[in-house]
């Protein structure tokens, strides 16, 4: 090897190094692919377990299989107002300390009846002119949306529209000698 690359890769690697320590690694990353928010992924991680926990996987599939994190996350970068969009991150941002506050843990170590619970009492929360009722009624309209946006997302997913309620959009044919008992599968007509 030349010893002339041989200093220009020490050169580069040592002036690397030394880069390294002025690196600020604390901070969670935001994702990219939402414009209009700031979401991280552990906040993300915590709109899949709400969603889980409202449509969870049994017989068939649930909302985190269907990837309806994803679809909130879209809805509420696209079709909220920019005043709706911080009043649904400001609620996110302060769920994690409102479940610790009313359960006494943190929503990923509750039990599957004590997060329907806590879920059922956030979305009963209104606020007042007090800071601490804003930022209830901020949880309450994160938890409102994401549970409104998790029924949609789940809904009109390909494997519910496909597979357990098959969609279509011209009825079928008519016929009225066909007795109540013989109808096999429901459609749903839009």
């Not at 990923?108 to 800071?131: F, I, R, V, Y």
């Amino acid at each position: 090897m030349n010893r002339r690359h041989a200093l220009r890769h020490i050169a580069l690697i040592s002036g690397g190094l030394a880069l390294i320590p002025s690196c600020d690694f604390s901070k969670e990353d935001i994702l990219a692919a939402y414009e209009n928010l700031k979401i991280t992924a552990t906040q993300k991680a915590l709109i899949a377990s709400i969603s889980d926990s409202i449509i969870p996987a049994g017989e068939i599939k649930g909302a985190l299989d269907l990837a309806v994190p994803d679809f909130i996350l879209v809805m509420v970068n696209d079709c909220f107002t920019k005043e709706n969009q911080e009043k649904f991150t400001a609620g996110l941002e302060a769920f994690p300390e409102y479940a610790e506050k009313t359960a006494g843990k943190k929503f990923a170590d509750l039990g599957t009846k004590e997060k329907e619970t806590l879920l059922l009492q956030g979305l009963a929360l209104t606020g007042d002119e007090n800071p601490e009722g804003t930022v209830l009624a901020q949880v309450g309209y994160f938890l409102s949306s994401t549970k409104r946006f998790t029924i949609q997302g789940y809904m009109v997913s390909e494997y519910i529209q496909t597979e357990i309620i098959p969609y279509s959009l011209i009825p079928g044919e008519y016929n009225g000698a066909v007795l109540i008992a013989d109808i096999q599968k429901t459609r749903v007509n839009g």
